[in-house]
């Protein structure tokens, strides 16, 4: 019995993406968000932290917990007749970079941002060992998946209109490369798989401006990825507030 290919890897970096440039250009500050998730695999909730420099580099750091969905797992390899006898979890830290090559000048109703990001993710299984049926005569195996990491970059693209009052709504899109590697144990040996697909995202964020540029805002961002044998589409709401400084 060959042991089953599944990458239990959820896009944190996906969530990276989704903390868009809300202060103004030349605005320097902090930005906090915590948000949920559901997709097909796993459902979780999210948080993370973010620097932005005069509006033209964002720094983050992304912190999420997931619980899997065992069903759809055992479903994707019960031709297997393989078993979960946990309910699989994940934890991931995310690491993420982007500098904005184009933002409009303060004051435009409407005002187009292009950016270019990078990312890193490191994720944590646990409860993920896989029981695997023998064929006839031979040994029964036991799959477990131990960790896995990622790298990504891409581009990203957004349009900021002001409606109303202080009220700003920005719709965005996000496409990128993903370099994955995911380690695990196969009745005890350790084993490295290395995957590697795309990743796409379409979001909008509502946002409210108060004083000296600081805000909160609202996002809903769907999204996708394709790593070969794991493709994935999720959902995120987003709530976030920006701590800006004065020029």
């Known amino acids: 019995m060959k042991k089953i ?17 809300m202060f103004d250009k030349g605005v320097s500050g902090f930005s906090i968000n915590a948000g949920i998730q559901e997709s097909y695999w796993e459902d979780g909730f999210y948080a993370g932290l973010q620097y932005t420099y ?12 997931f619980t899997y969905d065992r069903d759809k797992l055992e479903g994707h390899v019960n031709k297997y007749g393989a078993t979960f006898p946990k309910v699989p979890k994940e934890s991931v830290l995310a690491f993420g970079a982007e500098y904005w090559v184009l933002r409009t000048d303060p004051g435009s109703d409407r005002g187009v941002n292009v950016g270019i990001w990078a990312g890193y993710e490191m994720e944590n299984y646990t409860d993920s060992k896989l029981l695997i049926p023998g064929d006839p005569g031979t040994e029964d195996m ?19 209109f002001a409606v109303k009052d202080g009220w700003r709504l920005q719709p965005y899109t996000w496409l990128g490369r993903v370099f994955a590697t995911e380690k695990d144990k196969v009745n005890g ?59």
Not at 54 to 65: H, I, P, Q, R, V
Not at 143 to 158: L, N, R, T
Not at 236 to 247: M, P, R, S, Y
């Open 54 to 65: 005069k509006g033209a580099l964002d720094l983050s750091f992304e912190y999420g917990n």
């Open 189 to 247: 040996a350790d084993e490295t798989d290395n995957f590697q697909g795309t990743g796409a995202g379409l979001g909008v964020i509502l946002q409210k401006m108060l004083n000296n540029g600081s805000s909160v805002w609202l996002g809903t961002e769907w999204d996708m990825d394709n790593l070969e044998n794991a493709n994935d589409t999720s959902f995120e709401v987003t709530l976030g507030f920006n701590l800006g400084f004065a020029k």
């Open 5 to 21: 290919p599944l990458l239990l890897l959820v896009m944190g970096l996906a969530i990276i993406s989704q903390a868009q440039t």
């Open 142 to 160: 036991v799959e477990e998946w131990i960790s896995g990491s990622a790298f990504a970059f891409g581009i990203d693209f957004s349009i900021d």
